[in-house]
């Protein structure tokens, strides 16, 4: 049987060194969330950060435009936001609507203000080792390993799923941590193969239920970033109950990565109001 990692309580862990980091500030950083449309799961997930930034006395703001928005009018809305002194932290909530580029819309974030972690600049950092802001389900994934004390170092970790937002980040996030990385993904051939090596695997595949014990090496910390809802249940891409016999450790669906996001934002608002601070205009 393995060990459980609990989200809940590294998130806590989180929010506890946020809360020292904001008291050491002179400012109320401030995240401005944009949801365009109506999405009920974006719906959630922005309400969920609101609530959190309430909760740690962190100004939030969310501005809410029609799923029929322009792309012109949603570059001026972040325009906008980029100027505004009193913003240190902007995410344009995703998925967009398909006339709208996730890629040009996180272009016109300002990179200080990227709390995703998602400009160009902010990936390209990441990528030289060196990151501003990662992405905040991958860098939960980490905090994770770190906060129960699983070794990286050495290590091989795989990697599925190449998404922008936790794939590649995720990958890149545990190169810097001197793992030797391997990515599967789509067009991956006999992925159980490689992913049966991985001393870390961390599942990000966007399939219900879909790594079972066969995947994974005895002995395996398996962190599964998928969340689906399967007959009114949510569920991860792992099939935890058959993994569960066989690796040292797993995360939780629910439980696990989901409340490290929420954490990691916070911890890259706090950051992005220190880079800000003070303002230069
Ligand atoms: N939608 C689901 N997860 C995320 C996230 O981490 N950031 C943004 N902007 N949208 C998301």
């Not at 344009?92 to 609507?97: A, C, G, S």
């Not at 599967?184 to 990000?204: F, G, K, N, P, W």
Request: aromatic share 4%; glycine share 8%; hydrophobic share 40%.
């Amino acid at each position: 049987m393995s060990l459980i990692l609990d989200g809940k309580i590294v998130a806590e862990s989180v929010y506890a060194r946020v809360q020292e980091e904001i008291a050491s500030l002179p400012i109320q950083p401030k995240l401005t969330v944009v949801l365009v449309g109506e999405d009920p799961a974006s719906q959630t997930y922005v309400k969920s950060k609101a609530n959190r930034c309430e909760k740690l006395g962190l100004q939030s703001e969310t501005i809410r435009l029609p799923a029929t928005v322009l792309e012109n009018e949603l570059y001026s809305v972040l325009e906008t936001l980029n100027e505004d002194v009193g913003v240190h932290g902007i995410l344009v909530q995703l998925p967009l609507p398909n006339h709208l580029s996730k890629y040009e819309v996180a272009r016109r974030i300002s990179p200080v203000k990227d709390v995703d972690g998602l400009h160009p600049e902010n990936a390209g950092l990441l990528l030289q080792g060196r990151p501003r802001f990662a992405p905040c389900t991958p860098a939960g994934v980490i905090e994770m390993l770190d906060f129960y004390k699983i070794p990286i170092e050495g290590r091989h970790a795989v990697v599925i799923g190449r998404s922008e937002i936790v794939g590649k980040p995720a990958a890149q996030l545990l190169l810097q941590r001197n793992a030797t990385v391997t990515v599967c993904h789509s067009r991956t051939v006999a992925t159980e193969s490689l992913t049966a090596l991985a001393d870390i695997l961390v599942v990000a595949m966007g399939k219900p239920e879909s790594v079972d014990r066969t995947w994974v090496k005895p002995g395996a910390t398996v962190i599964d970033v998928g969340i689906h809802r399967v007959g009114g249940k949510l569920v991860g891409d792992v099939h935890t109950e058959s993994v569960h016999e066989v690796a040292s450790a797993i995360s939780p669906v629910p439980g696990g990565v989901g409340p490290m996001t929420i954490a990691m934002l916070m911890q890259n608002l706090v950051r992005a109001a220190r880079l800000q601070y003070p303002p230069s205009n």
